[in-house]
């Protein structure tokens, strides 16, 4: 198949394969995902085209890459992590070496671009999956990292095998092994940080609430959930979708919650924008989401930031300016931020 024929028909399943999804708005949504997870209807026409294009840029050269990954849709893109995922569990139900390559490969074209704290889940379970099939695990991810694009997917291709076992182990991520009547899988035992308690025999602990989340988070975490935030919002002009800004809100909430507003100003800005540029009612999205963080000075500038002065909550306040990427609609950082 041509590159531009696999490029166009993928783009067009994948459309197709998002058009009745719904996301997630709140913790309690998220917590019932991983209770009762969606049964996924399965393409072969789109699981066919996305192989295909991992083999094709598998064997080209950079430029061809690079052209691949900037012609894709962003469901198209996102759809790798879960193929990748896919590859993970397959490679040891067929004992198939070759599919854990083609599951690195995916996650290369994928690049993060959604959430790259899920790319590294999926990273986890290859890992883990190469390991139980005797592979140089070192080789064959190295291998995949001198086709990444530099950024987070390729140090963490690069770092992983190195890292610490007990912090490359499936435990450090919340996963297990189990075999189900399909054969091997692998399944979430807690989530991230929406742990309900210890997964045996002893009482589960009543549900937290979000105040309670965000106050136990770590540095990282924290961080990891304010930079999703940023992205929320230029994931929602892209889409046209007011959901993602009110999931960037809630991630800000639980994320920023616990630390000096300082740090999540810019992510507000960001979401305050997106806001108003699809429309939303701004005021009503803020005070809401402001429910889901711990009472503070980052509840208080979100329910207030909408009621600033226009000058004081536009971009150019905090060095931000719309730009226009080969992959849509972004935000751009003028000068450095001096905030933490």
């Known amino acids: 198949m041509r590159v531009d024929d696999a490029i166009e028909h993928l783009n067009q399943f994948a459309e197709e394969s998002v058009k009745d999804q719904v996301p997630m708005r709140t913790t309690e949504e998220v917590l019932d995902f991983f209770k009762n997870p969606p049964k996924r209807a399965y393409s072969v026409p789109l699981e066919e085209v996305r192989s295909s294009v991992v083999k094709i840029f598998g064997m080209a050269d950079e430029k061809v890459r690079h052209a691949i990954?900037?012609?894709?849709?962003v469901n198209a893109r996102n759809g790798f992590l879960e193929y990748a995922a896919a590859m993970s569990v397959l490679a040891v139900r067929t004992q198939a070496q070759p599919l854990i390559e083609q599951g690195l490969i995916?996650?290369?074209?994928?690049?993060?671009?959604?959430d790259w704290r899920d790319s590294i889940l999926v990273l986890a379970k290859l890992y883990n999956s190469a390991a139980k099939l005797g592979m140089d695990t070192q080789k064959v991810f190295e291998k995949a990292a001198s086709i990444a694009e530099p950024g987070v997917i390729k140090k963490e291709l690069n770092g992983f095998p190195r890292r610490r076992p007990e912090d490359r182990d499936l435990k450090a991520f919340r996963q297990a092994e189990e075999i189900t009547k399909e054969g091997f899988a692998y399944k979430q035992v807690l989530p991230w940080s929406l742990a309900q308690g210890p997964v045996n025999e002893t009482p589960a602990r009543p549900v937290e609430t979000s105040q309670q989340i965000s106050a136990r988070l770590t540095r990282p975490q924290q961080?990891?959930?304010?930079?999703?935030?940023?992205?929320?919002?230029?994931?929602?002009?892209?889409?046209q979708s007011p959901k993602l800004v009110e999931r960037g809100l809630e991630h800000l909430a639980l994320g920023g919650g616990a630390l000096d507003s300082s740090h999540s100003m810019v992510a507000l800005a960001k979401l305050h924008h997106a806001a108003l540029k699809l429309g939303m009612n701004a005021q009503l999205a803020f005070a809401e989401a402001a429910r889901r963080a711990p009472p503070g000075d980052l509840q208080t500038?979100?329910?207030?930031?909408?009621?600033?002065?226009?000058?004081?909550?536009?971009?150019?306040?905090?060095?931000?300016?719309?730009?226009?990427?080969?992959?849509?609609?972004?935000?751009?950082?003028?000068?450095?931020?001096?905030?933490?």
């Open 69 to 73: 990954t900037s012609r894709l849709s």
């Open 106 to 114: 995916a996650l290369v074209i994928e690049g993060g671009s959604q």
């Open 223 to 239: 961080d990891s959930l304010i930079t999703a935030a940023g992205t929320d919002a230029v994931l929602a002009v892209r889409e």
């Open 301 to 340: 500038e979100m329910i207030r930031f909408p009621l600033r002065e226009p000058k004081d909550r536009d971009l150019a306040a905090f060095n931000l300016q719309e730009h226009i990427t080969e992959s849509g609609f972004a935000y751009k950082q003028l000068i450095p931020s001096t905030r933490p």
